[in-house]
């Protein structure tokens, strides 16, 4: 257990819609990455949130946000969902992001999209 | 979005024997890391490296940052049944943002 919570678990939407995914850093981690992994791909990063504010932006598309609360939980905002957006969606949180904090991951939301 | 270079792409090995495996990449990176995940699961970070030519062990599993920063390799002694998975190098540059190698993954059998 790496201490990072996500919910919910799995998720299944249809075309068009929007979800939300959640994720609870490990205690004292200011970090907070979200990553997607498609069927038989690496993970590809999306986007960062250090402390409340935006890090850092990788492959996200401009239907997908993220935010990053007070208490640091994120949130990871999915909308006009497609079939292609179907994949795992992983958390992972640091302490601070510099070298020798390295990411530890969450069990990740697997979402299907119908 | 870019990926490391992971070879071999897959294997298929009995138990007890050793593993190798690597990753490259067309550029330079200041740290590489690497992870394990299972099924349905979230990636787990095994070794990480820092320094170039590092050799670093994790029971046994060890690995070494290649001295031109563009490779690393795992090796993963007397493999046992729990080993299987998919195994992701990971490198990083001068920001927080991990890149991500295609995976190996690994199957042993009994």
């Known amino acids: 257990d790496s201490g990072v919570t996500q919910t919910p678990k799995h998720l299944i939407t249809a075309t068009g819609q929007r979800v939300t995914l959640r994720c609870s850093p490990r205690s004292g981690d200011l970090s907070v990455y979200w990553y997607q992994q498609s069927l038989d791909q690496g993970l590809q990063f999306l986007i960062q949130?250090?402390?409340?504010?935006?890090?850092a932006k990788g492959n996200i598309l401009e239907r997908f946000s993220a935010q990053q609360f007070p208490d640091l939980h994120s949130e990871l905002n999915l909308s006009s969902l497609e079939l292609g957006d179907s994949a795992l969606y992983f958390c992972?949180?640091?302490?601070?992001?510099?070298?020798?904090?390295?990411?530890?991951f969450g069990p990740g939301t697997r979402l299907t999209v119908l | 979005g870019q990926q490391l270079n992971q070879s071999p792409q897959s294997m298929f090995i009995q138990e007890g024997e050793d593993v190798s495996m690597n990753c490259t990449s067309s550029s330079i990176f200041n740290t590489w890391l690497w992870y394990k995940q299972d099924p349905g699961e979230g990636p787990v970070l095994l070794i990480a490296l820092y320094k170039a030519g590092e050799l670093t062990s994790n029971g046994r599993l060890t690995a070494q940052f290649g001295i031109t920063r563009k490779d690393s390799f795992l090796n993963i002694s007397a493999s046992i049944p729990s080993d299987v998975g998919i195994y992701f190098c990971?490198?990083?540059?001068?920001?927080?943002?991990?890149?991500f190698g295609t995976g190996t993954r690994l199957q042993v059998f009994p």
């Open positions: 990971a490198g990083r540059r001068n920001t927080d943002k991990l890149i």
């Open positions: 992972a949180s640091s302490v601070d992001g510099s070298v020798y904090n390295e990411q530890f």
């Open positions: 949130y250090y402390n409340g504010e935006e890090r």
